[in-house]
């Protein structure tokens, strides 16, 4: 088994998860690389050097571009990026749903066309397989369909037994192509995405199905799509009891500071969130007392740093006044060092996270932080 419970605190799980390419801590924060970098002018060697676990590639946009095949021709993500930890690639189900203007849906997959240039495209789950046997990812997601939300409940009902059948086919291709020996990772790992809108009965009855599939992880997925933070809560922690107890569990797309300790304390181990990096660029900040707008003109002369308690290289080296006159500016290096200080700040939020979890302090820590991360000063 992949995944190992370590310990546990109501709900929340502290654990390991190894793979061919590491072993992650949990609960983690997998870092969005949507095209096999962070937007911002990260390298792998500065994932590395805020203490990031996982970098999250994307099927969609690498299948456009560069191509998986040539990805594949260079020798896989891995060592096309030179990031040696683990890499999860999303299937590219929600990018089909969520840019492409005109789709078809079908028990065989969906044809749509790329945001691009909008030339014709197929993909369905044999489809995704290929594509992330050629990226060679750590970790593959099953093809899914991503239903809007709100959406009546006999279509997400029917959404769902689609999303199971897709499921079946894709551990199935995946076999094939680790046996004929066309994967780039004869390792990779499968997870299954869990449906259902907010919908509460078909969230259980999708988790129980797909349970049976032994996956190597499971996966929430159509939640922080505009519903209440309640709602997304309510929704993973009917979820949860159902969620195989030995498999790890990734909510996808979450979220906020917040959010991810509400999730842990749900029983979630894995997060992804373009947030940190998106805000960043736009000069939103975390700090262990809120959220700072670094552009604010208190800030003009302020010569501490971003966050007087991180003690990420930007914040050892630079004050806020000079990030300020950067992004204001519109140099680059502004948004580059604001990035990597965001994604240092929710990688050190996971690092407090599990040695509260290991200490047995994780409900003091949840009072503590759950709202004031979330605060805008």
Wanted: aromatic content about 10%.
């Amino acid at each position: 088994m992949p995944y190992r419970l370590i310990r546990q605190e109501r709900a929340a799980r502290r654990g390991e998860f190894k793979t061919v390419h590491g072993t992650v801590q949990t609960p983690a924060f997998m870092n969005v690389a949507t095209a096999g970098a962070i937007k911002g002018g990260l390298s792998a060697f500065d994932l590395k050097e805020i203490r990031a676990q996982v970098m999250l590639c994307n099927t969609y946009h690498l299948h456009l571009r560069p191509g998986d095949q040539l990805v594949a021709d260079m020798g896989g993500l891995h060592r096309f990026t030179r990031w040696d930890g683990p890499i999860l690639t999303d299937s590219g189900g929600f990018q089909v749903f969520s840019l492409a203007k005109l789709r078809h849906i079908t028990e065989e997959g969906v044809t749509f066309h790329s945001h691009l240039d909008g030339h014709k495209i197929f993909m369905g789950p044999e489809e995704s397989m290929q594509i992330q046997a050629n990226l060679g990812s750590t970790i593959a997601m099953a093809f899914d369909e991503c239903v809007e939300n709100p959406a009546e409940h006999d279509y997400a009902a029917a959404s769902c037994a689609r999303t199971a059948r897709w499921l079946l086919r894709c551990k199935k291709e995946m076999a094939r192509l680790k046996q004929e020996g066309k994967a780039v990772n004869p390792d990779q790992l499968l997870f299954g995405i869990n449906q259902g809108c907010t919908y509460k009965d078909l969230r259980v009855e999708h988790m129980k199905q797909i349970a049976e599939y032994d996956l190597d992880g499971y996966a929430i997925g159509g939640l922080a799509v505009g519903e209440p933070a309640e709602v997304m809560y309510d929704v993973i922690s009917a979820v949860e009891p159902y969620a195989p107890k030995n498999k790890i569990r990734y909510l996808m797309g979450v979220g906020t500071p917040g959010n991810i300790i509400e999730g842990v304390y749900r029983g979630v181990d894995l997060f992804d969130c373009v947030m940190p990096s998106r805000n960043a660029r736009h000069g939103h900040l975390f700090t262990w007392n809120g959220i700072i707008n670094i552009k604010n003109l208190k800030y003009e002369r302020d010569e501490s740093p971003i966050d007087p308690e991180c003690d990420c290289p930007v914040c050892r080296n630079f004050s806020r006044a000079y990030i300020r006159h950067l992004q204001k500016a519109d140099e680059m290096l502004g948004m580059r060092l604001a990035v990597m200080h965001n994604l240092y700040f929710y990688n050190h939020l996971m690092e407090r996270i599990r040695e509260a979890l290991d200490t047995g302090t994780f409900q003091q820590f949840h009072d503590k932080y759950v709202k004031l991360l979330d605060t805008r000063i």
